[in-house]
């Protein structure tokens, strides 16, 4: 019996400390750390950085990556910056408000164990096939001296005339329609390599760190794929 419990407990520290170091593989990962402040109820969540990102899907290649950041249950989310690095790093931090079920009263000391339970984190990364930014600030400059020169040209030929309501309204409805195409380009350049999740562990948060906070050390979780790619809701 003694000797399945100790075996049962190497398992568990095993398990435990490949989360926290790596697997080790060259399979894509994802690394974050949390803090909490149990009075307030404040989570930080630090997006530290991914390993062995894909950097071809199918003829086009990727010049950046980045991460839409999620606690469930809640309603927040956030997104990182674009890095444009297959081993992209970010140590950006987002502020989450833990939701309760069975809120206790303020004089009563919080207990950790059922204030993280039934939380857990959602990592989802993506990969956006877009040219580099000296390309496109070239074409952007390009075009806008190419619609200056119509313009002065067309002023040339042409006599002012004054903008009318009807004007107005149908420049408010061009511009419109180009932001929604220019959004919706940009999706379609975006791919989903992949999403981690972590079920919060209360033994994890062990680091004592500034203004009440308790944190948990460097978290490494493996990026699984996803089929269904980016759905309506994501993509807000």
């Known amino acids: 019996m003694a000797f399945s419990l100790n075996k049962l407990k190497n ?12 697997s080790g593989s060259l399979e894509p990962e994802i690394g974050f ?12 969540v630090t997006v530290i950085g991914a390993r062995h990102l894909p950097s071809l899907f199918g003829l086009s290649r990727a010049h950046g990556y980045l991460v839409k950041v999620k606690v469930f249950p809640g309603d927040s989310r956030f997104e990182t910056s674009l890095q444009e690095s297959s081993w992209p790093v970010w140590n950006e931090d987002f502020k989450f408000q833990l939701k309760q079920k069975d809120a206790k ?9 059922s204030l993280l339970a039934g939380h857990f984190l959602s990592l989802t990364i993506y990969a956006i096939l877009e040219p580099p930014k000296q390309d496109s600030d070239k074409r952007k400059n390009s075009k806008t001296l190419d619609s200056k020169k119509t313009a002065k040209v067309a002023e040339q030929e042409e006599p002012k005339t004054k903008t009318g309501f009807f004007e107005k309204t149908f420049s408010s409805f061009k511009s419109t329609k180009a932001e ?26 062990q680091n004592d760190l500034k203004n009440g906070l308790i ?4 978290i490494w ?3 699984n794929a996803i089929t269904s790619g980016i759905t309506a809701a994501d993509s807000r």
Not at 105 to 113: F, I, R, T, V, Y
């Open 105 to 113: 009263k303020a004089s009563e000391k919080p207990d950790l164990q």
């Open 180 to 205: 929604a195409i220019a959004q919706k380009s940009i999706l379609e350049k975006r791919r989903t390599v992949g999403a981690a999740t972590w079920n919060f562990d209360s033994k994890l948060f």
């Open 33 to 44: 750390k949390l803090a909490l402040h149990p009075i307030s109820k404040n989570l930080y």
């Open 215 to 218: 944190g948990t050390p460097d």
């Open 11 to 22: 398992i568990l520290n095993t398990n435990r400390d490949s989360q926290l170091a790596g």
């Open 221 to 223: 979780r493996p990026i």
